[in-house]
């Protein structure tokens, strides 16, 4: 899906609390300010997190752009002290009260006082083949899933389908067994941290990255303009989709709008 800011999706079962961020997938570098912004949050996102969940089209073949991610998620390290800092930070936003000065003095001595290690362990990485259920050919997948696996450094891989749930149950117990003790951050019956209209337009967002060629959806921004329930149940909403580039406007509307018109979000 194509995100262009965080998203958190909350899973509560029993004692343990998953909060799940979903981040922009891998883009092809280039000379775009909007590219490096998107490409920025995603990194600053999985850095702050326990456990990076690696999503690849298993149907798909890769493309420099997904090889180059899976290196640099590789070659990316945390050391002790970072890992104390970040843990630090989640519990002041899990406790919502600031330290006071005296606390962000020893905090910071403490921090200078770790010997950090220079062999720093990666961040933790699970690869997830999805779309299982359209691949046609072992041998092919289990060529990507090798490929995939030199390229990068994975504790483990998981064979999923978002769309008829395989795997998805395995995946969850993986990550409650995982999950690190600390206090929750949400209402253990909260799901998701957006508004309807916020997901009204990542479902937009998602539904142009279908439809349209793939850097397209990273260059329109996607806003809610309107929102009217009606009586008999419906709901109309309009939205304002926004393009840096006037040649995406033809392409977004094809003849008469035809293009746009089969979008259905």
């Known amino acids: 899906m194509c995100i262009r800011d965080r998203t958190k999706g909350v899973v509560t079962e029993q004692s343990t609390q998953l909060c799940l961020y979903d981040t922009p997938g891998a883009i092809g570098m280039n000379n775009?300010?909007?590219?490096?912004?998107?490409?920025?949050?995603?990194?600053?996102?999985?850095?702050?997190?326990?456990?990076?969940?690696?999503?690849?089209?298993?149907?798909?073949?890769?493309?420099?752009?997904?090889?180059?991610?899976?290196?640099?998620?590789?070659?990316?390290?945390?050391?002790?002290?970072?890992?104390?800092?970040?843990?630090k930070l989640k519990a002041i936003r899990d406790n919502k009260s600031l330290p006071t000065m005296q606390e962000l003095r020893e905090e910071l001595e403490e921090l200078e006082s770790i010997d950090d290690d220079?062999?720093?362990?990666?961040?933790?990485?699970?690869?997830?083949?999805?779309k299982i259920d359209l691949a046609t050919s072992k041998a092919k997948l289990r060529a990507l899933q090798r490929e995939l696996e030199d390229l990068g450094q994975f504790e483990k891989t998981l064979f999923i389908s978002a769309k008829t749930g395989y795997g998805i149950e395995s995946l969850k117990e993986t990550l409650l067994s995982e999950a690190k003790s600390r206090p929750w951050s949400h209402n253990p019956k909260t799901r998701s941290v957006?508004?309807?209209?916020?997901?009204?337009?990542?479902?937009?967002?998602?539904?142009?990255?279908?439809?349209?060629?793939?850097?397209?959806?990273?260059n329109?921004?996607?806003?809610?303009?309107?929102?009217?329930?009606?009586s008999n149940g419906e709901l109309i909403i309009d939205y304002q989709l926004d393009v840096l580039k006037k040649m995406h406007v033809p392409i977004l509307l094809g003849e008469k709008g035809r293009i746009l018109s089969q979008v259905r979000a």
């Not at 329109?220 to 009606?230: D, E, F, I, L, Q």
């Open 32 to 87: 775009s300010a909007n590219t490096r912004i998107l490409i920025t949050k995603a990194w600053n996102i999985m850095n702050e997190c326990d456990k990076v969940l690696f999503v690849i089209d298993s149907v798909k073949h890769l493309n420099e752009a997904v090889r180059s991610t899976v290196k640099r998620l590789r070659n990316t390290t945390r050391s002790a002290s970072e890992q104390r800092y970040l843990d």
């Open 118 to 130: 220079d062999n720093a362990p990666q961040i933790p990485s699970i690869l997830l083949l999805n």
């Open 194 to 218: 957006q508004c309807p209209a916020e997901k009204a337009g990542e479902v937009m967002r998602q539904e142009l990255y279908k439809n349209f060629y793939e850097e397209i959806p990273y």
């Open 220 to 230: 329109v921004g996607v806003k809610v303009v309107s929102w009217v329930p009606r």
